[in-house]
């Protein structure tokens, strides 16, 4: 049953198996944080690991730290990392560049390998750069075409001229899931490769790229895996197809013998061949620190919170005067919901405004609506509790009437 008194949701935090966790964030006494949806929280094991690079690796080993401390290889281990939250097997996942340029690289090797196929099919309202960095594509190469359709038009819009299909698993607005091993199976069937965005999955949502057949992904490690703003991306090539793969953005890090310096590219064995030039350091030691809090953590209790937060959080919403405004956005049904959830307002950004300023973070995506991400590793029952509290007092505070407060920020 819905706790929906305080003293319940203290209860759950009392017997909460990841409760323990929240020690390795840092977070401020005074807020409760919705938007790690969007940029998770610091955590002690980054901001020691960023010190020990500069201090140490940087400072005093200097150049020696590309082998002494590995700089050279941290594409690989922390793409090992990553890849054991996405069911990837080793040598499949690699950490570098930025989800926009992973998706450039992945889709553009994809493309050398498509014959007479013309398509590349993705969610029309997908991620802004998701769809800019395909359109892109279809600029350099004008046989490609992109179709951008509707979510439930998906299924049929692949067909034997699709050569590639580009889905983000949890819809950024939305929350809405896809059903990975069901859209992979559709495009394989019609001979397509498939490519995952797990931006809003990976640290929040089991993934099993493995057994759901999945091709290629990517996906950010500033959300749920908390690297820090800006924290490098990872990237998936499915084993079997590594070799055939053929980068375009072929850096000199992607060579095979990258420290012979000669002059014409040969791909790096497996899907080391991603690596395009020398990685940003400092931003990896983030990334590794951050990667301790999910040591020993189990996926399946990490989503079996996830859900039981975000339930709460809706019930306790739709339970509070003035609801009738809100509308849901996400999916009420949670096994087809991620780690957001989302509420439409016709005030919905003054509203959150109001919600920032009483240390309620979430945040506000235009034209209406409010999302609020739930991170089972450092987010409490009882924060749910007085958050929708706070909600609450803000939306009867809220002077009715259209308003003129127009969003001013976007972050993504
Ligand atoms: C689904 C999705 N893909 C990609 C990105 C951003 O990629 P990048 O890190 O290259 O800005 C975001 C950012 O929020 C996102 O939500």
Redesign the pocket.
């Given at each position: 049953m819905t706790p929906l008194t305080r003293e319940q949701c203290l209860e759950l935090d009392r017997l909460d198996p990841l409760a323990a966790r929240r020690e390795a964030f840092r977070l401020p006494a005074d807020l409760i944080y919705l938007d790690g949806n969007?940029l998770g929280a610091l955590t002690v094991g980054a901001e020691r690991s960023v010190a020990r690079a500069v201090g140490v690796q940087w400072g005093i080993d200097l150049i020696r730290s590309w082998n002494v401390h590995g700089w050279i290889d941290l594409p690989a281990t922390l793409g090992e990392r990553v890849g054991r939250l996405i069911g990837a097997a080793p040598g499949e996942t690699l950490v570098c560049d930025?989800?926009?340029?992973d998706l450039f690289k992945l889709a553009a090797a994809a493309s050398l390998g498509r014959g007479a196929r013309r398509k590349i099919v993705t969610e029309a309202g997908?991620?802004p750069?998701?769809l800019y960095i395909l359109q892109g594509l279809a600029k350099l190469s004008p046989q490609i075409e992109v179709h951008a359709v509707p979510r439930d038009r998906i299924h049929d819009a692949i067909d034997a001229d699709t050569f590639l299909v580009v889905l983000?698993h949890v819809h950024?607005r939305t929350a809405e899931m896809y059903d990975l091993a069901a859209m992979s199976a559709r495009a394989h069937a019609m001979g397509a490769r498939i490519l995952w965005?797990l931006?809003?999955s990976v640290g929040a949502v089991p993934v099993d790229l493995r057994a759901t057949e999945a091709d290629f992904a990517i996906?950010?490690t500033?959300?749920y895996l908390n690297g820090g703003p800006?924290a490098p991306?990872f990237l998936y090539v499915r084993r079997e197809l590594q070799e055939s793969l053929q980068p375009v953005l072929s850096g000199w890090l992607g060579d095979a013998r990258p420290f012979e310096f000669l002059d014409d590219y040969a791909p790096a064995p497996g899907v080391d061949r991603h690596r395009c030039g020398t990685p940003p350091v400092l931003a990896f030691a983030a990334l590794d620190g951050a990667l301790e809090t999910f040591d020993g953590v189990d996926m399946a209790a990490v989503r079996h919170k996830s859900v039981q937060l975000s339930e709460l959080f809706i019930a306790l919403v739709e339970a509070l005067p003035g609801a009738d405004a809100l509308t849901l956005a996400s999916p009420r049904d949670p096994q087809r919901r991620g780690s957001h959830v989302s509420f439409a307002h016709a005030q919905g950004y003054p509203l959150m405004q109001r919600l920032i300023s009483r240390g309620v973070i979430g945040d506000f995506r235009a034209p209406d609506l409010l999302r609020f991400g739930f991170t089972p590793l450092y987010l409490r029952f009882v924060d749910v509790w007085d958050a929708v509290r706070i909600f609450g007092e803000e939306m009867v505070a809220m002077p009715t009437g259209p308003s003129d407060d127009a969003p001013r920020l976007k972050v993504?």
């Open positions: 969007s930025s989800t926009s340029v997908n991620f750069t998701d983000t950024y965005d931006s809003h996906g950010c500033y959300k800006g991306a993504t």
